[in-house]
C-alpha cells in the first residue's frame, strides 16, 4: 500500500495522518471529512522554492488556489511564502480576508467581470493576467477612470498539446483561454497595451494544461514564448521582466502514476529559458510558475463511513459511502482514478474487490470502481487518499447533501478548517413563495 507523506499506519492497524488517528478524527469531527496533512504541503512549497533558490533565479511560486481554497490555507500559503493565484472575485475575498499580501495575488480568469476587476484594483493586488480583448478594453477603462497603475501579463496560448487527458488540456489553439500565439492575437494584444499609461506589461503567461508528467511540454512552451518577447525586443524594445509558465505538474493518484519532483521540473524550463535568453539575447526573466494539485493534491484524504453493500453476482460488489459526487466530482467529471483502504483495518490485507458508490442519485456516483480493499463492514471508515485538489473546491450541494468538512493535521494536533455545512446552511438562502397563486 503506498502511503503519502506522514501517513502511517499505528499498532492498532489504524491510518494515521500528521501523527493524528483517522478513526479518532472521524469520531471528532463526523464523516466525510476532509483530512490535510500541512507537513507536507510545506514540503511540497519549499521543494519548488528552494529549487529556484538554488539555481539562482528569481521567482515567485504562486499556489494556483482553485485546487483547494478557503482562509486557513491562505495562511499556510503565506507562512511558506508563496504567491497566489485566484479566478474569481470569491477567492480574491477569501485571500483578502485571510489577510494574504494583496501584492502576491495574482488574478486569473477568462471573463472576469467589472466588478472583480474594480475589487482587484481597490485591493491593489500585484498582478492581473489578462485573457482577451473584452478584458483590455475593461482594464483601460477602470485603471484610467481610478488613475491606478496595474501590472499585467497577457495570456497566450502557444498551441502546445500537454500529454492528459483531453478535458483538462488548456494549451491547444482551440482553448477559451488566452490570446493565440500563432495567428495575430498575442500581437494584436501586445499593442493594445504596450504603451498605455496605467497598464505595465510584465510578460507572458501560459498554462498548458494538467496531471503532466513530462517535461517536454513546459520547455516547448517556454521556447515559443520566449521566441516571441524576443520578436517583441526586436520591433518595439519591449523588455520581458516575467515569464509565468504556469502548473500542471503531475502527482501520484495510483500506481500508474509516475511524477517528477518538482525540483526535476523546474531545474528543466529554467535551463531552457536561459539557453534562450542567452541565445535571443535578452535579459533573464523573473520565472513564476502556479502548481495547483502539485501543492495539495496528495496531501487531502476524504474519510467516509461505509453503509450499505450490495452484490450483484458475478459482476461486482458495491460498498456504498456516506458522500460521493457531492465532495468529488473527479471520478464522474474526468474518470478520476483513485486508491483507497480500510482505515480501521489498514493492517490487514486487501483481499476484496468492491465497487465504492457514493449515494447520490446518479449510477454514474461512483469513487472507484474495482478497489482492492480489506473485507469493509457497516460503520467502517473508508479512506480515499489524494484528494486534496479540485475535491473540496468542486464540492456541490446536489441533492441537499451538506459539504463535509475540512480538517488540518500536523506534529500530532488536528484543527478545524472549514465546519461542516448543516441543514440550516443549507436552506439559508431559500425565500418562500410569494407570487400569488393565478385563479
Ligand atoms: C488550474 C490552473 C493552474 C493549476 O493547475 P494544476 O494542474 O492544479 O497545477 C495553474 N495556472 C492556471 C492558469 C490554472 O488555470
Known sequence: ?????????????????????????????????????LALIRKRARGFIETFKQLGVKAEVAYASKAFACVGIYQLAQEEHLSLDVVSGGELFTALQA?????????????????????????????????????????????????????????????????????????????????????????????????????????????????????????????????????????????CSVLNLGGGYGIRYTEEDHPLEPQDYVSEMIKTVQALAEQLRLAMPEIWIEPGRSLVGDAGTSLYTVGSHKNVPNIREYIAVDGGMSDNIRPALYDAKYEAVIANRASHNKTNTY????????????????????????????AIFCTGAYGYSMASNYNR?????????????????????SYENIVQNDLPLSLKKSE
Open 99 to 239: 489577510k494574504f499580501p494583496a501584492e502576491r495575488i495574482h488574478f486569473h480568469g477568462n471573463n472576469k467581470s467589472y466588478t472583480e476587476l474594480e475589487l482587484a484594483f481597490d485591493s491593489k493586488i500585484g498582478c492581473i493576467v489578462v485573457d482577451n480583448f473584452y478584458e483590455i478594453q475593461l482594464l483601460k477603462e477602470i485603471s484610467e477612470r481610478k488613475q491606478q497603475h496595474m501590472r499585467i501579463l497577457l495570456r497566450v496560448t502557444p498551441g502546445v498539446e500537454a500529454h492528459t487527458h483531453d478535458f483538462i488540456t488548456t494549451g491547444q489553439a482551440d482553448s477559451k483561454f488566452g490570446f493565440d500565439l500563432n495567428n495575430g492575437q498575442a500581437d494584436q494584444a501586445f499593442d493594445e497595451v504596450k504603451d498605455h499609461e496605467y497598464l505595465e506589461l510584465l510578460g507572458l503567461h501560459c498554462h498548458i494544461g494538467s496531471q503532466i508528467f513530462e517535461t517536454d511540454g513546459f520547455s516547448l512552451a517556454a521556447e515559443k514564448l520566449m521566441n516571441k518577447i524576443g520578436e517583441w525586443k526586436e520591433q518595439s524594445n519591449f523588455e
Open 355 to 382: 465497487t465504492v458508490a457514493g449515494k447520490l442519485c446518479e449510477s454514474g456516483d461512483k469513487l472507484i470502481v474495482d478497489a482492492p480493499l480489506q473485507q469493509a463492514e457497516p460503520g467502517d471508515v473508508l
Open 1 to 37: 500500500m503506498h502511503l503519502y507523506g506522514t501517513q502511517e499506519v499505528n499498532e492498532t492497524g489504524h491510518l494515521t495522518i500528521g501523527g493524528v488517528d483517522t478513526i479518532d478524527l472521524a469520531k471528532t469531527y463526523g464523516t466525510p471529512l476532509f483530512v490535510y496533512d
Open 401 to 421: 447533501i451538506p459539504r463535509p468538512a475540512v480538517v488540518f493535521v500536523e506534529d500530532g494536533q488536528h484543527q478545524l478548517a472549514i465546519q461542516r455545512e
